[in-house]
């Protein structure tokens, strides 16, 4: 099992797409949100903001 510590952009966002899908809309946001802040962090080299945001925002639109 990896850390979350030593977890790319693209793991965060994986795990938030993986949330998402199980229905756990809170949970996704939250990972999500982490994703494109460390994907900021990154430089962009694991996960794009760009790639990551679509979820996100349609992430928000289910918890409304």
Do not use: Q
Not at 42 to 59: C, M, Q, S, W
């Amino acid at each position: 099992v990896r850390c979350l510590l030593s977890s790319s952009a693209r793991d965060l966002a994986f795990i938030g797409k993986h949330a998402f899908n199980k229905g756990r809309y809170g949970e996704a946001y939250d990972w999500l949100r982490a994703a494109i802040e460390l994907a900021h962090e990154e430089g962009n080299r694991t996960a794009t903001v760009e790639e990551i945001t679509p979820f996100l925002t349609t992430t928000v639109k289910v918890v409304r």
